[in-house]
């Protein structure tokens, strides 16, 4: 876990602990800010046409907690250097409905809030080294091809 001037972010091994949501919208929350936003990423059951029975996250801890820090503090500098940010993103195997990223904002208004949440969850799909392995219910599994690390374009 990293903590820095009103931003927390985390990789939480889902084998020790679940992602905690109220730890998130406690974070974030201030008297001077009335725009919030959260975005919650759980495990869906069908992708591309497949039945998927859960989901493995491999991640480097260390170079993501790197990336994770630059990403929100250049959001911060962006958009509202006030803003509190809460990121977390589970790591290990996870099931259907388990919650796998929350991306929780807290601004002064609700369009920093929303473009903050936004451009925080599409940097850490497009950049932070997180490996996505789907698994199904035939009893197959493939890495996803997500574009982490692999393309530094992004909406």
Request: proline share 3%.
């Amino acid at each position: 876990m990293s903590d820095c001037c009103g931003a927390r972010h985390r990789i939480v091994d889902h084998a020790r602990q679940p992602i905690d949501l109220r730890a998130a919208l406690d974070f974030v929350k201030h008297d001077d800010f009335g725009g919030y936003d959260v975005f919650i990423g759980r495990v869906r059951q069908h992708n591309q046409g497949r039945q998927v029975t859960g989901i493995s996250y491999d991640i480097f801890d260390a170079l993501a907690s790197y990336h994770l820090g630059d990403i929100i503090a250049a959001i911060r500098e962006q958009i509202e250097p006030r803003m509190k940010v809460y990121l977390a993103h589970a790591k290990g195997r996870l099931q259907v409905g388990d919650i796998a990223v929350v991306v929780a904002v807290g601004t002064p208004h609700r369009d920093e809030a929303f473009r903050a949440c936004r451009q925080l969850i599409e940097r850490v799909k497009h950049e932070v080294p997180i490996w996505k392995q789907e698994h199904y219910v035939d009893g197959d599994s493939a890495w996803s091809d997500g574009c982490s690390l692999c393309d530094t374009q992004h909406p």
